[in-house]
């Protein structure tokens, strides 16, 4: 087709007006591409950290929270929460043994019965929802500790003062003659009776004891009390007990929402959908397993309870994380918690009002506290709070700019072409080209050269986002965590192997769609261009041919 | 009468620059009744080429009629101007205007293209078209790559390629040395003989005029026939516009 040939010719043959072209368009489409990525990378960056539930597919989370002064039985829940702590030393073994023993802490997030979670679910409408049980597990490790104490008791003298009966006539007669025995006086001399002899020495006092009635003489004697020894349990034991702690969620692996979504598994998989082999699967946070050397296919025991590690997740900041999830009936059986819960994950119906579900709960459940994007939201600080819409806005206002210049480079480009070949396309006209073939010529070379722009600096722009990629600084997100607050939900005191600041890497991937849309501004430029270019065409005359260049 | 190729009545041309009026072609009366090769000499500035643009429908007359196959081409439509320059009249520039960026073959189809038809028939006759211009070995040359006399030789193959009825030719070999420009005016000539086609030059050249069928003498926008009889144009009223160049026949 000759006028395919003649484009190709004239873009081929006039090669340095049309790399000029050709480099202007392609280096504004790359720049369209990497520059808006990059604002919609920074802004999608904070939307997901300003919306983390929706990273996890929720709309709400239900919590209990330990409120001494709330009258609806918090403290007697706590109470019963702790007697889940309580441990008996003497079964840890023998003192001298070794042992590991891990206590399961429910923090202060108080437990509820999973179909408390449900009823709730009920109430705010939710079209999905699931419980998950967040606990601290302590492990101990260590030598048991000799648990006793011994007390000596016991060795006191006791003073008894008691009236003792009377002696009777008997008595006093047996005790006499005794005593006259002894050549001592009688205690009362019958009347009329001689004067006893004298000369003689008197009965010292226990030889008179001697004579008195047994009764007497048992009750001057020093009472002493038994000697014993007592052994006591000591609280707390004294030991060389090493103690760590680690966060762990038990989650509904068959119900979504919940704090560990598919999308967050970074390595290996999600929990079996099995429910019997989800019960014997685990699958930790990527800092604890990297901190801990565990690989997919590591196992993790609790209490002699092991579970294989089959996956590896990244943590969402402000939803909470754990070092180690288990499903939540496995987790149930190993804190002693069968049938409870303490977080309630909600997915509203689509559209559906949160203020009036938040409203439903704490209304209907006091003391349950409803947790949404925005509370997470409004305590996020750090450099993505404020760099997203803003880079988003700055990023399509710069390619904006970018696409005007290109629009004007282009089309002086067009202009200054179709002028310098003025005599050449008169002299098309004149040898009896239409007006209309001549524009359609030209516009076809404006069309051709955009669109090879437009593929080259795709391309230009795919590399350069890649490279930008690497080379921005990362956004960082602090999630604060008021005092007050250390119940709430986030990343709180359950977590302590999560950080509450995290760097964010911006995603500078640019989408078929931005593709697309930039490849579509390099052909409006070129359309634009090719248009201008168009109207210096249709003036040209056949006897143009054939005049001098004005 | 109705066989008439060309019929000019009263044709006038005035330029207009800034505030001076140019009278180029002042009430041309002009009948060409068949093939042949027709020169129009004059001095330079005398309004050859004005005529001559006008004749090919380059350029429009101010006033006056030009009778071409039943149309009058000072009012003809642009459109079927175009048509008519693209099919009836094959245009021969002094300064060859070949496209550049095409080769020799290309620059001939660029004026078949806009007619249509199939390709491989247009190829056979383009390069039919060159063969006859003797440029068979060239056609993929770029003009570059040309001499004058050859790219001249391409651009009258694109003239010829519509098998226009008119060859039109300002000053054709204008730009050539004197034995290329002989072997363009017999080219022209033999063309003229060989394919019934009226061919109108304007020319300075005397080699030129030698071989015509038919001699016209521009003056000052005016025309005026040059009879046969006498070689000299001043014998017909008004100074020979050869003059200045020598006498052929002396
Ligand atoms: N486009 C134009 N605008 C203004 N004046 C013009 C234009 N074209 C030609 N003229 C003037 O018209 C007159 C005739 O010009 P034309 O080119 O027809 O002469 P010519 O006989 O072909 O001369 P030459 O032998 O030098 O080619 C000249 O005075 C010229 O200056
Ligand atoms: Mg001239």
Redesign the interface.
């Known amino acids: 087709?000759?006028?395919i040939?003649?484009l190709v010719?004239?873009l081929s043959?006039?090669r340095a007006r049309t790399l000029t072209a050709l480099a202007c368009i392609a280096i504004a489409t790359g720049l369209v591409i990497s520059v808006t990525a990059i604002g919609d990378g920074v802004n999608a960056t904070q939307s997901k950290v300003l919306t983390p539930l929706s990273a996890i597919g929720a709309d709400l989370i239900v919590t209990r929270e330990a409120d001494p002064n709330n009258p609806h039985g918090s403290t007697e829940v706590l109470q019963q929460n702790a007697e889940a702590v309580k441990t008996d030393l003497a079964q840890l073994g023998k003192p001298g043994d070794h042992f590991t023993r891990d206590f399961f802490l429910p923090g202060t997030q108080l437990t509820m019965p999973t179909a408390t979670a449900q009823q709730i679910a009920g109430e705010a409408g939710a079209t999905a929802s699931s419980a998950a049980l967040a606990m601290t597990i302590t492990h101990q490790e260590g030598t048991v500790p000799k648990i006793v104490a011994t007390f000596q008791t016991g060795g006191q003298t006791i003073n008894i003062d008691q009236a003792i009966a009377p002696m009777t006539q008997a008595e006093i007669n047996a005790t006499n003659a005794c005593i006259a025995a002894l050549n001592g006086s009688p205690l009362a001399p019958p009347p009329g009776s001689p004067p006893g002899k004298t000369g003689t020495a008197p009965p010292t006092p226990d030889q008179i004891n001697t004579c008195l009635p047994e009764r007497f003489r048992r009750f001057r004697a020093t009472i002493v009390t038994p000697q014993q020894t007592i052994t006591q349990v000591l609280n707390p034991p004294q030991t060389d007990i090493k103690s760590n702690s680690l966060s762990v969620l038990g989650i509904d692996t068959v119900n979504t929402p919940g704090p560990l979504s598919v999308a967050q598994i970074s390595s290996g998989r999600f929990f079996s959908a099995d429910p019997g082999a989800a019960a014997k699967e685990a699958v930790l946070s990527e800092a604890y397993a990297t901190h801990h050397q565990l690989t997919l296919g590591s196992s993790v025991a609790y209490n002699g309870q092991s579970f294989s590690v089959v996956g590896t997740a990244r943590s969402v900041i402000g939803v909470q994380s754990a070092d180690v999830f288990l499903s939540l009936p496995a987790l149930q059986k190993l804190a002693s918690q069968d049938g409870n819960a303490n977080v309630i994950f909600i997915r509203l119906r689509q559209g559906s009002d949160l203020d009036a579900a938040i409203h439903r709960i704490e209304a209907a459940y006091p003391g349950f506290r409803v947790t949404s994007n925005r509370d997470l939201a409004n305590r996020i600080s750090g450099s993505v709070a404020q760099a997203g819409s803003l880079a988003q806005k700055g990023s399509r206002l710069l390619a904006l700019i970018v696409f005007v210049v290109t629009v004007l480079f282009v089309s002086i480009l067009s202009w200054a072409g179709v002028h310098s070949r003025t005599?050449?396309l008169g002299?098309?006209?004149?040898?009896?080209?239409?007006?209309l073939?001549l524009v359609r010529q030209v516009l076809s070379e404006s069309l051709a050269l955009s669109l090879l722009g437009a593929v080259f600096g795709s391309a230009l722009g795919l590399v350069a986002a890649r490279a930008l990629q690497a080379w921005l600084p990362p956004l960082t997100a602090s999630l604060a965590t008021a005092s007050t607050d250390s119940g709430q939900f986030g990343l709180g005191n359950l977590a302590p192997a999560i950080g509450s600041t995290a760097t964010l890497r911006i995603e500078v991937i640019p989408n078929t769609d931005l593709v697309l849309a930039a490849m579509a501004l390099a052909i409006a430029a070129g359309v634009i261009a090719g248009v201008i270019g168009t109207l210096l065409t249709a003036r040209v005359?056949?006897?143009q041919?054939?005049q001098r260049l004005t | 009468m109705s066989e008439m190729v060309y019929e000019l009545s009263a044709v006038s041309r005035t330029y207009r620059t800034g505030s001076a009026l140019i009278e180029a072609v002042k009430s041309v009366d002009l009948a060409i009744d068949g093939p042949g090769l027709v020169v129009i000499q004059g001095r330079s500035g005398s309004g050859k080429?004005t005529l001559l643009?006008m004749m090919?429908?380059?350029?429009r007359p101010d006033s006056g009629e030009i009778r071409f196959q039943g149309n009058d081409l000072a009012r003809l439509r642009?459109?079927k101007l175009?048509?008519l320059?693209?099919?009836a009249f094959g245009?021969v520039?002094?300064?060859f205007?070949l496209?550049?960026?095409?080769s020799a073959a290309?620059n001939v189809?660029?004026?078949?293209?806009?007619?249509g038809g199939g390709?491989s028939e247009r190829r056979r006759l383009i390069a039919r078209l060159l063969d006859e211009v003797g440029l068979t070995s060239r056609a993929r040359h770029?003009p570059s790559r040309l001499s004058g006399g050859e790219q001249q030789r391409v651009a009258i193959a694109?003239?010829l390629v519509?098998n226009p009825s008119v060859l039109l030719a300002?000053e054709p070999t204008g730009n050539l040395d004197s034995r290329t420009s002989a072997e363009i005016i017999s080219l022209l000539s033999r063309l003229s003989a060989e394919r019934d086609l009226t061919v109108v030059v304007v020319t300075h050249d005397p080699a030129v005029a030698a071989q015509a069928t038919r001699r016209l003498a521009m003056e000052d926008g005016h025309l005026a026939e040059i009879p046969f009889t006498s070689p000299l144009a001043g014998e017909v009223g008004f100074p020979s516009p050869l003059a200045g160049e020598g006498d052929p026949a002396a």
């Open positions: 087709m000759f006028f040939a003649y010719h004239e043959r006039r005599r050449e002299t098309l006209r004149a040898i009896g080209w239409s007006r073939l005359q056949p006897i041919a054939v | 080429s643009q090919g429908g380059l350029d642009e459109g175009t048509q320059r693209r099919l245009f520039f002094q300064a205007n496209i550049p960026t095409l290309e189809e660029a004026a078949a293209a806009p007619t390709s770029l694109r003239a519509n300002d």
